[in-house]
């Protein structure tokens, strides 16, 4: 029996490893130390105590592409000195360093690889996604690659691929058929066993004997090794990779679909879209799950399920920043200057790289298309007007072009600042048009809603537009569903007061078709209006058809004329803060929802508040009850 003390030391001891893994991680991983200090307690018993494993501990890392998953695992499995009993798969079917055999299966990828049956090891199960069992209308699809992954999630005992060593058994018959009509010296030639047969055979039979000793094996030797093998117990039979820490890495795209679909992800905002996508739960990971597997299957993945939100934009600025100094760093290393990046060159990196749906790959190839060339023009410049060793080159940006600048003298350098162009509205009369149209909608949901929409924007990249984002809610009441009504119409409104119905613009057709269908929705399926069942027709629940719509049709139109007429009457009552919100935009081209509340001068609550007072007209119900039992 182990001494205590030493226990309790070698324990202390690989948990300050651990520690200092999670903060090693946070130096080079931004805006995910939340996420590194969950993963680094998953793995926590599996890294103190192996011994105590007697199953895989399966740690399911899900998120948008290019937030950091691989990359977590790889250097996790380097930093706790695992990286040559590391294994990763692509479940797409084109794994690293695979062999024609080996990728069939994830056995096969282990047998090749450094980590030893029965003992610790780290497997990577990335782009798992792709690896769908079933489609969308739930019909089994057929997976030909890594088919035993179910039995290695299960319980990590993985039986030999049988019918692969029948597969051999067979060509051994024929082989041995065909030798009766051939020449001795042609026969046994082809009794010869190829070199992947041998290491199948070696593999899966668990020999000892070298490769090259079985490869000289006859046909009555094989065989009579595979019917010893099919006669032993079944214990024998099962590789044990029971002991694995298994990361199951992913992007489930059915988790985010509902998300900042209102504009392309580069209008987003960072900050708005890290909230959202950080309030996602394990809840929405197995829904998701539930499209591309069968139940069984979501089952074994288990329920330590860790998931990645956006990246802030605090992330991501750090990234910037540590980027500019490393391409200052070394063209520095190279030409001798030294360059000075002002905080604009990073701005304008920022506005032209962050797409925040598509985490940090767009914003790594912009900083090498922005940085890698204009440090270059900008050295090459300074040299050619006599600049030394040492010398001092500073670099702006003005949103068109660097700006290279050396001892009074300066020179534009072409730049790819293509979104920050777009995002340009210099023509006066569309900008307050498009000014108007959103102010209208954004103060109108403040009104009712009580609290600032998420973003309002007018410099928007992705189409010749503006647009405002609203939080979601859990529940909509009536109330709500007239509300949103309104808000959608507040635009064109806002429009009709401030330019009159002649030069009321066609910007509002969207609008104008949401609130039909979120009227029509809300009198003849949620039945708000004056009946309650629905006619429906199909069998198929996504394809339900309302066939008796004539009787709604009146009373739709006039449910959107009396919100139309509400949304009017708020704005002409609150000008001054509708006048406030044109004012901001026109200058800066959105409003926060820190600056939206100083900008109209209304209390407003938080966005997470977005719920009716349902449990305060229960108690208020449950008083009335009371009263009236003392009555």
């Known amino acids: ?51 105590l494993v007697s199953r895989p501990v399966i740690v399911c890392l899900w998120g948008l592409t290019g937030t950091g998953k691989t990359q977590l695992v790889r250097r996790l499995a380097q930093l706790l000195g695992f990286y040559d009993r590391f294994v990763e798969v692509q479940m797409d079917g ?153 990361f199951v890495c992913g992007n489930l795209d059915e988790m985010y679909e509902d998300l900042a679909t209102s504009v392309d992800d580069c209008d987003s905002d960072a900050d708005t879209f890290h909230a959202i996508t950080g309030k996602l739960s394990v809840i929405d990971v197995k829904q998701a799950l539930n499209k591309r597997f069968k139940p069984e299957q979501v089952a074994r993945l288990g329920n330590e399920h ?58 790594f190839s912009s900083l090498h298309a922005i940085l890698g060339a204009g ?9 050619e007007r006599g600049a030394e060793a040492g010398d001092s080159v500073g670099l702006t940006a003005d949103g068109r072009s660097l700006i290279a600048h050396w001892r009074g003298q300066s020179h534009a350098i072409a730049a790819p600042f293509d979104i920050t162009r777009l995002r340009q509205r210099n023509n006066a009369d569309f900008r307050a048009l498009l000014a108007v149209h959103e102010a209208g909608h954004g103060l109108v949901h403040a009104l009712l809603f009580g609290r600032a929409p998420q973003e309002i924007k007018i410099h928007v990249a992705s189409f010749e537009g503006g647009y405002n984002a609203y939080t979601s809610r859990k529940v909509w009441s ?77 009373p739709i139109e006039a449910l959107l004329q009396a919100e139309h007429a509400r949304a009017t009457k708020l704005l002409d009552t609150h000008r001054g803060a509708l006048l406030a919100l044109v004012d901001e935009l026109m200058a800066q081209g959105q409003v926060t929802p820190a600056r939206f509340a100083a900008v109209v001068g209304l209390p407003l609550g938080r966005p997470e508040d977005a719920l009716d007072p349902y449990a305060e007209r229960l108690a208020e119900f449950r008083g009335k009850g009371a009263e009236r039992l003392r009555a």
Not at 307 to 333: F, H, K, M, V, W
Not at 375 to 383: C, D, G, I
Not at 492 to 497: G, I, K, N, Q
């Open 1 to 51: 029996m182990n001494d205590p003390q030493q226990l309790r030391d070698q324990l202390a001891q690989k948990n300050q490893q651990l520690q200092n893994v999670a903060a090693q991680l946070k130096t080079e991983l931004f805006g995910i130390d939340a996420i590194i200090d969950r993963v680094i307690d998953s793995v926590r018993a599996w890294y103190l105590l192996p011994e």
């Open 94 to 246: 084109f794994s690293n360093g695979a062999g024609w055999r080996g990728a069939q299966s994830i056995s096969g990828m282990l047998g090749q690889s450094g980590v030893r049956e029965g003992e610790p090891g780290i497997l990577a199960l990335d782009e798992f996604q792709r690896f769908r069992t079933i489609d969308n209308k739930r019909a089994e699809v057929r997976v030909e690659r890594y088919q035993d992954v179910w039995a290695l999630l299960s319980d990590g005992r993985l039986p030999p691929s049988l019918s692969l060593l029948g597969d051999i058994e067979s060509s051994l018959a024929e082989a041995a058929f065909d030798a009766e009509r051939a020449e001795a010296s042609e026969a046994q030639r082809r009794f010869k066993l190829r070199s992947w047969e041998a290491k199948e055979l070696k593999r899966n039979m668990k020999l000892d004997e070298p490769l090259l000793q079985i490869m000289a094996w006859t046909p009555e030797q094989v065989q009579q090794r595979l019917r010893e093998f099919r006669d032993s117990g079944q214990q024998q039979w099962e590789t044990d990779y029971s002991r694995l820490l298994v």
């Open 375 to 383: 440090l270059a023009k900008a050295a090459l410049w300074a040299l």
């Open 306 to 363: 860790v998931i990645y939100p956006s990246l802030s934009r605090r992330a991501y600025e750090q990234l910037i920043e540590q980027n500019c100094a490393r391409y200052a760093r070394d063209t520095a290393g190279r030409c001798g200057l030294h360059f000075d990046l002002a905080t604009s060159v990073r701005e304008q990196i920022y506005a032209n790289a962050v797409f925040p749906a598509q985490g940090t790959r767009p914003l």
């Open 478 to 554: 009536r109330r709500n569903l007239l509300d949103s009504i309104c808000t959608s119409l507040a635009g064109r409104a806002a429009e009709m007061l401030v330019f009159g119905l002649e030069l009321s613009s066609s910007g509002a057709e969207g609008d104008l078709r949401k609130a039909t269908e979120s009227a029509a929705r809300m009198l003849r399926h949620f039945g708000h209006g004056g009946r309650i069942g629905r006619s429906d027709v199909s069998m198929n629940n996504d394809e339900n058809l309302c066939t008796d719509v004539e009787a709604s049709n009146a």
